[in-house]
Structures are given as structure tokens and as C-alpha cells.
């Protein structure tokens, strides 16, 4: 029976790493209406396909519950709220030792909001938090109820949760998603002051491609907010890195500008 063990864990292993894999490109990638990138859209397939080979050939292996909880959480990613509802379901009935069985409950609220259900959802989630969490639970709660407050219109509420949200995570890609929804949010609602503020954090956690157009963003903002010296400081330090050697032209647009309207025509 060491050969099952092996190869159980090796088709686990496979699971795991693609799911993974999937994860940091979805939390690492600009926001686009919700498009899941093709690349991640691939590596949940291979992470839900390997989780089901466990199933099926190895019923006895320890790794059942992990198994049941990447194809729950992968279809759940890839908008199949009832396959996810089902494995969610199975490992909160039959696996309650499982390590993963608080994290499965909060998935099941967060699958049955995406259901339509937002009065149950509120209540279990308010059940869930009379209890303990951890920071991970307490990170996929509020980006929860920061959903609810977007089907409510409370703005507030949203910033309020999204923000509780990037603090209770460790994980840069995790906080990179949060800030990039919040700035969204932000320039949705023509908030300027608060969208520069998330860009901030934003430039701080994300990876090169992101954090570069973040900066420039940033600029853009801090013009019209009319924050000129901070700018110009900014930029004249931007022109002495080379990861902005791309942008240098553009750099100097937005410092003519910034001159421009400050009334420094030569300058300009």
C-alpha cells in the first residue's frame, strides 16, 4: 500500500500546486469585469480534475477532504456555484474533522450569496462570526460582506470591509486583489482623494506591471487634486529609477502639465 500512498499523494500534489498556481494569477491580475485569465482558467480544470482522480481511485486517502475542498473552491471560482454548493455540502456532512470544515462553512455562505441568498447569507455569517476566526476566515468574511454591501448600495460598508479585509491577510497577491477592487470602487464613485490614497497601497504589495501603471495613475490623480509639490517630487524621483524607464515620456508630460497648471509656463 505504499504505491497508493505515493501516488495518492503525488496526484494531490498536482491538485494543489495548478489550484495554487490559479490562485496567484487571478489575485495578481488587473481587474477586468470579472474575466477570469485564461491561464488560471486552465490550472482550476487540471486542479479540479486531479482532486476528482483522488476521489475516485484513492476513497481512502487522507487527502479526501483536501480533494473535495480544491473542487469546491475551484468551481466556485469558475462561477459553478452548484458544484461548489455540492462539495462544500459533502465535506461539511461527512469529513467534520476536517481542517478545513469553519473554512467550508464561510465558503458555503459566500456560494449561497452568489446563489441570490443574501438575507441567509447575513444571518449564518453573523452565527459564524459570534464564534472564533482566524485571519483567513475573518479575510473571506468581509470580502463577503463587502459583496452584501455592493447588492445594498452602502458604500461605506464596502470600503469599511474591503479594508478590514486587506488587513487580515498576509499574502501580498491577496492584498493586491483587495486594494485593485478598492481603487475600482473608488474611481466608480469619481473619489479621487480616496482612489489615490488605495493606489498607495496598492503600489506597495503588487507586482511590477501593476504597481508601474498604479504610479502613473497615482499622478494623474495628485494633478487634478491639484497636489502639485508632491508631485513634482515624486516624479522628479521617478525619472532617476529604471523600472519607470518606460515611462519617461509620460513623466514629463505630467510634469509639463503639472507646471501648466501651476502657472509655470516656462517651466511647462
Keep these: 500500500s505504499s504505491d497508493v500512498c505515493s501516488s495518492d499523494l503525488n496526484t494531490f500534489y498536482n491538485a494543489e500546486i495548478s489550484y495554487k498556481k490559479a490562485l496567484q494569477i487571478i489575485e495578481e491580475s488587473p ?41 469546491a473552491k475551484a468551481s466556485f471560482l469558475q462561477d459553478e456555484v452548484a458544484i461548489a454548493e455540492r462539495h462544500f455540502n459533502l465535506l461539511l456532512r ?46 473571506i468574511i468581509h470580502n463577503i460582506l463587502a459583496e452584501i454591501a455592493i447588492e445594498v448600495d452602502s458604500l461605506e460598508q464596502v470600503y469599511h470591509h474591503y479594508e478590514l479585509a486587506a488587513e487580515y491577510t498576509p499574502s501580498d497577491s491577496k492584498k493586491t486583489s483587495t486594494f485593485g477592487k478598492l481603487v475600482k470602487i473608488a474611481e466608480k464613485n469619481q473619489d479621487k ?17 501593476i504597481r508601474i501603471d ?16 508632491k508631485i ?37
Design 31 to 71: 481587474i477586468i469585469d470579472d474575466e477570469l485569465p485564461r491561464q488560471a482558467k486552465k490550472l482550476l480544470g487540471e486542479a479540479v480534475e486531479n482532486s476528482k482522480l483522488i476521489l475516485k481511485e484513492y476513497p481512502e486517502s487522507k487527502y479526501i477532504d483536501d480533494a473535495i475542498f480544491i473542487i
Design 193 to 209: 482623494e480616496r482612489a489615490s490614497i488605495y493606489l498607495e497601497k496598492l503600489i506597495q504589495v503588487a507586482p511590477d506591471n
Design 214 to 229: 498604479s504610479k502613473m495613475q497615482w499622478i494623474i490623480y495628485q494633478r487634478e487634486l491639484r497636489n502639485f509639490d
Design 94 to 139: 461527512d469529513y467534520p474533522e476536517s481542517k478545513f470544515y469553519s473554512l467550508s462553512e464561510i465558503w458555503l455562505a459566500y456560494t449561497h450569496f452568489r446563489m441570490g441568498m443574501i438575507d441567509s447569507t447575513r444571518i449564518v455569517l453573523e452565527i459564524i462570526q459570534a464564534g472564533e476566526q482566524n485571519n483567513k476566515e475573518k479575510f
Design 232 to 268: 513634482i517630487d515624486e516624479i522628479e524621483s521617478m525619472l532617476g529609477l529604471s523600472e519607470f524607464a518606460a515611462e519617461y515620456m509620460k513623466l514629463e508630460l505630467e510634469l509639463g502639465k503639472v507646471y501648466m497648471d501651476r502657472g509655470d509656463i516656462p517651466i511647462a
